[in-house]
């Protein structure tokens, strides 16, 4: 007896028969159906109502909208690709007080487009249908609410001291933006993709972009294209080299390549930028967490040396870290400390998404004597002074739980590849949230560049994104090496 085969086609969450018009079925296809038609109406009243350039622009976008949709995994490559280029700026958009104008770039124009495609893909039901909790997701949301609280706070209760001359609401819009656009990368990178060979497609696009920024730095930045402190995405790279290195046993041509390119890390940001203490804070704090979360023994060994090589080499470590920072006026960062405490006790909610400038203006020389920074060059000075206290905790809550949340995860995880990324994705966590003491690369500040440093910060969030990912798709058939 012969049997008829139902031909079916594999989804992230299981197969789905094709030919069976299951209510399930019936309803995606009315679902999509009822899009097209309200988009087609849509499409007619604005036709009328514009002009034929704009009706142009319409058809290009919704056609780019739905190739991007399409080939969404191949947007996500694509982007963390090219995101550290500054490039494509536009036109200002907001003048922050101090006569400057400032437009956006290709980092947080495309990021938004591609989130606006996800949300899209959310609300339509075709993203993977395999989901997981995280760490990340329960902070991050109590940390997004509280800042448009913040927002609204601040506008609704101004400080009547404070002249609002220099005050732009777009400003406000701004940094309210590039919160968001932050957490949308790690939640869009999180749980869009299907299955391990994007996985891995995406993963080594993320470590290319990062390693291109090492190979252009080694070769004295030759290449005009390059990210704002570059050697910020140097310290993923060599934490995923040294999480490779140490989870591969035996001395191969792969082990020792990865030693050589974490060797040549340390000599470019460590040894040759040593003056830059943010670059060699991340790096060695990094480093520090792959090697004590891999191997303890290695660590102590490691550490004792380290701290030898400290003794012996202070004379020049004084010269080149301690008084070149004075001279450049990098100890001015403890008066902001002290002036972003200041703020938080004063201001229970604080001053407000991107008041910084504004309050200080009064504040440093009327009230405190503090210093004429318009901003706390700090990531947690910064939301100390604008989110307050509450804010302050509500942030080191995503820091931290999603830490500890990839820690369990990591020790669950038998697959090589996906541990050495989680791994590297921890170190690359701490070494960030080291430096982010000294200055904003987490979450940038409008009147710091925030709109061109966004190209390097928004790492961060896809690394950690990725590695969320990596846990969500550890279960599945793939390829176990590195």
Known sequence: MKYKKTETRQESGGFREEQQWTPERISAV??????????????????????????????????????????????????????????????????????????????????????VVWAGKYFLRSLPKMRISSGFYVPMALYLAYCVLNVVNSLLFWDVHVNKMFQ?????????????????????????????????????????????????????????????????LIVMTASYCCAVALHTRQWNAKRIGCLAVVALSIVIVVVLGISWVSGWLAMLAALGTVVFLSNRKLF???????????????????????????????????????????????????????????????????????TTYSSAHGTYSQHLAETGIPGTVLFLGILVQGFLWLKKNYHRISDSFSRAYIL?????????????????????????????????????????????????????????CL
């Open 300 to 370: 102590y060994v490691t550490a004792v040396c380290v701290s030898i090589i400290i003794l012996v080499a202070w004379p020049f470590l004084h010269a080149n870290v301690v008084e070149q920072s004075k001279t450049e006026g990098d100890f001015d960062r403890f008066s902001l400390m002290n002036s972003a405490m200041k703020y938080a006790t004063t201001f229970p909610l604080g001053v407000g998404l991107g008041n910084y400038r504004t309050y200080n203006s009064f504040y440093y020389g009327e009230k405190w004597g503090t």
């Open 30 to 115: 009315t679902r999509n159906t009822l899009v097209i038609l309200l988009f087609g109406v849509f499409l007619g009243l604005f036709t009328a109502a514009v002009n034929l350039y704009y009706v142009a622009a319409a058809i290009f976008g919704a056609v780019l909208v739905f190739v991007t949709a399409w080939h969404f995994e191949a947007a996500i490559a694509l982007y963390v690709l090219v995101a550290f280029i500054p490039w494509g700026e536009t036109p200002d958009l907001a003048v922050g007080g101090s006569g400057v104008g400032k437009g956006v770039f290709i980092s947080e124009i495309m990021l938004g487009f591609l989130l």
């Open 424 to 480: 590297a994705a921890m170190g690359q966590m701490v070494g960030i949230s080291a430096a982010a003491i000294l200055g904003d690369y987490i979450i940038p500040t409008y009147h710091n560049g925030g709109l061109i440093t966004f190209s390097t910060t928004v790492y961060s969030w896809l690394i950690w994104g990725l590695a969320v990912a990596h846990v969500r798709l550890a279960g599945t058939s793939g390829s176990e």
């Open 168 to 232: 732009k609401p777009q400003v406000n819009v701004i940094e309210l933006g590039l919160h968001v656009l932050s957490a949308g990368a790690l939640i869009m990178i999180a749980t869009s993709v299907s299955n391990r060979k994007w996985l891995r497609i995406i993963t080594l696009s993320l470590i290319a972009a990062c390693s291109y920024n090492l190979f252009n730095t080694a070769i004295g930045n030759r290449i005009p294209l390059e990210a704002p402190w570059s050697s910020l």
